[in-house]
């Protein structure tokens, strides 16, 4: 073989970056977990830091300058302080922040630790455990992660894609946060919404809600879509990522969704959604290993069997691997 020609060197260089990736990933959480970002509300040296956060000297130094190459801290002299985007997302009164995110992520750290025996077994549960302090707080970090999620990019992007001028009642089911229905009110002052969701999961949405001074126009409704209707009335209903896949009970949301819509009414669908091929994009491909995924032509194929008209695809985030439907209720 000649090494000196290969014609995949810049595939391979990739691929091997990609099994780099996961340090990055760790200098965030183990920052956060450590209580670093906060510490770092005034500048401080690395000694001082070390001294606030009861951690080593030289890897507290090491570390900072690792953050500093992730662009969410800096060095001022012999001092280092969070950058705007480091503030934004990384202290705790910030509308922007992501601790949420990276508490989830260590619950999901576990599984793909695990993954080898997962798909081995077949059983997710194959898996080693979260550590305690983590795997107690689930539900709180996934709830908040969402958040973070949604107001870094992805519902901007819903927003952009969606035009709800003409419509007047939102209907967000497993609204999570409702995250997603404060921006598409912040972007349609026509709209009102009401966030659907189990109570533990609105107690969180009450905050955000509150936080946003957006108690006027976004209400809360408790509700499992296990035993529960969804109500009636509403002329556009949004379901995001809560069709995962065959194994997600799309058939039984979407029927639900129907009875709740107004004649004409839209369905608004944002979901991880593999191309047709199935052979990725990889966000997708990697979700679907862990939870599960449609294809773009079989999400379709599941609206308009549940009794909607012109589903169509509408936008995909190739970044992301989701995608945006939309579709109406006759």
């Not at 340090?23 to 001082?48: C, D, N, W, Y």
């Not at 969410?72 to 705790?92: C, S």
């Not at 946060?177 to 107690?203: E, H, M, R």
Request: glycine letters at 8%; a negative charge; charged letters at 20%.
């Amino acid at each position: 073989m000649d090494l000196l020609n290969l014609e995949d060197i810049a595939e391979a260089m990739n691929l091997l970056e990609i099994c780099w990736q996961f340090r990055s990933a760790r200098v965030l959480m183990a920052g956060h977990q450590l209580g670093i970002f906060e510490a770092l509300r005034t500048p401080k040296s690395s000694k001082q830091l070390a001294q606030e956060c009861k951690t080593d000297h030289q890897m507290t130094e090491r570390l900072l300058i690792a953050c500093c190459s992730l662009g969410i801290a800096e060095r001022q002299g012999d001092k280092f302080a969070l950058t705007n985007l480091g503030q934004n997302l990384l202290l705790p009164e910030s509308p922007r922040f992501i601790g949420g995110i990276l508490g989830h992520y260590e619950n999901l750290w576990w599984f793909w630790t695990g993954l080898a025996e997962v798909v081995r077994t077949g059983r997710r549960d194959a898996a080693p455990s979260a550590p305690k302090e983590f795997e107690e707080r689930w539900h709180e970090f996934w709830i908040w992660a969402m958040h973070g999620i949604a107001a870094n990019g992805v519902g901007q992007w819903l927003a952009e894609n969606l035009d709800l001028s003409d419509r007047n009642l939102l209907l967000d089911v497993g609204g999570g946060p409702g995250t997603y229905s404060i921006i598409l009110c912040q972007k349609f002052p026509n709209l009102k919404a009401v966030i659907w969701d189990l109570p533990k999961t609105l107690a969180i949405a009450e905050q955000i809600v509150k936080r946003f001074g957006m108690e006027e126009r976004i209400t809360l409704q408790q509700g499992d879509w296990n035993k529960d209707e969804f109500g009636l009335g509403y002329d556009c209903l949004l379901m995001s990522n809560i069709l995962h896949g065959p194994n997600s009970q799309a058939d039984m949301k979407l029927k639900k969704a129907y009875r709740a819509m107004k004649p004409n009414g839209l369905l608004i669908v944002h979901d991880f959604l593999l191309n047709d091929e199935k052979t990725g994009p990889s966000p997708a491909a990697l979700f679907n290993l862990m939870v599960g995924s449609y294809s773009v032509s079989e999400m379709l194929d599941v609206i308009e069997k549940s009794g909607f008209r012109d589903a169509r695809l509408v936008a995909y985030h190739q970044k992301r691997g989701a995608g945006l439907i939309t579709a109406f209720r006759p």
